[in-house]
Structure formats: structure tokens, C-alpha cells
């Protein structure tokens, strides 16, 4: 059956271990969203236009990968889009809580939406947009954290807000 799952998220920005489940969906689902969404319990540090191309860059090479953005709610998209199951990965424990109250208000929000959670592969376990954000802002080296062919430009454009807020 043909199987269409959303990988939602700030992505403020993409990380490594954002790209390990995004990868990991593509090979288990026919057709994987990416969802650049807002959260609005975070000030994002990046554009919507630049987590979107980001995303574009990182995934270029996997063709049953769309990425998008939206306003408004993931369950009704996922209505809208006959979206199977929401795809997300889980980290330390830590994350449980936050990401078990979101996948049961999008349960009752849409009732056919699941939300399937896969276990962070063990290097990102306790990877972070904030740490990769917090290391860059303090001029470390954040090559580890997300992927090569975007890391040059996450190091400047978090330098640039720096100089900015000096
Ligand atoms: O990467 P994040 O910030 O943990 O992702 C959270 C996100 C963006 C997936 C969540 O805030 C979300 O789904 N926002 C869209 C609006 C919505 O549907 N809110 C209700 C979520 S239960």
C-alpha cells in the first residue's frame, strides 16, 4: 500500500539527526513531507526561506522527499494531504513527555493520523538545534552537528546575528 508520512518540525536549523530519521522514513515510507513548521513556543533564529532551503539541499538526493512549509495545523495538512502518519524522531527521555502530548492532541485533532516515533540514531541522542546554535554563537566548531555542504553557511549567519547583538 502506498504509505505517505510527514517529518514535521522547526528545524531552526536542519541537524544531523534530523537528517539520520529523514533518511531512515524515505527508506521505510513511499513518500516522506518534510514540514518546516512553526512552534510557537520558540523564537526561531533562521528564516522559514532558509530552514526551507536547508532542507532542499540536504535531501536533494532522495526522490520520494517533498519539502514544505504551512501555517496552521499539522492534523488538518495531514487531512488535507491524506498524510498516513506523522514520523518523528525520539531522543533521550527527556523528549517523551513534549512529544507524547503532541502525538495525542494530533490523534484527537485527526483520528486517523498515528505518530510514529524512531529512536535517534546513538551520535544524536543528544543532538540539538539550540546546542548546534549555543556552540556556533561561541565560535565552536559545529562541523559534528549538521550537515557538511550547509555547515559554512549556519556558521555565518549565526556569526552575522552576533555582530549584530554586540
Ligand atoms: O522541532 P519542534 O519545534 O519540536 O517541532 C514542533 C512542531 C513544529 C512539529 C509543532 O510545534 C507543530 O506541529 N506545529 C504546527 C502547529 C500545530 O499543529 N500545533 C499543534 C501541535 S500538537
Known amino acids: 500500500m502506498n504509505k ?7 528545524f531552526d536549523p536542519v541537524t544531523l539527526g534530523h537528517l539520520d530519521i529523514i533518511k531512515r522514513a524515505a527508506t521505510m515510507f ?15 533564529c533562521f528564516s522559514i526561506e532558509e530552514r526551507i532551503e536547508f532542507l532542499k539541499e ?21 487531512r488535507q494531504r491524506n498524510v498516513d502518519a506523522i514520523v518523528k524522531g525520539l531522543r533521550a527521555v527527556s523528549d517523551f513527555e513534549y512529544e507524547f ?16 516515533f524512531l529512536m535517534a540514531d546513538s551520535d544524536s541522542m543528544y543532538l540539538s538545534s539550540s546546542m ?5 554563537s561561541m565560535g565552536g566548531d559545529i562541523s559534528n552537528f549538521v550537515p557538511q555542504c550547509i555547515c559554512s553557511r549556519i556558521e555565518k549567519r549565526i556569526a552575522k546575528l552576533q555582530n549584530k547583538e554586540d
Open 30 to 44: 513511499d513518500r516522506v513531507i518534510v514540514g518546516v513548521l512553526v512552534n510557537s513556543s520558540k523564537t526561531p
Open 4 to 10: 505517505t508520512v510527514i517529518c514535521p518540525g522547526s
Open 101 to 116: 502530548q503532541m502525538a495525542i492532541t494530533n490523534k484527537k485533532l485527526n483520528p486517523h493520523l498515528e505518530t510514529i
Open 58 to 78: 540536504v535531501t536533494k538526493d532522495m526522490e520520494n522527499v517533498e519539502v514544505v512549509s504551512f501555517a496552521g495545523l499539522l492534523a488538518e495538512y495531514c
Open 132 to 136: 548546534v546554535k549555543e556552540v556556533a
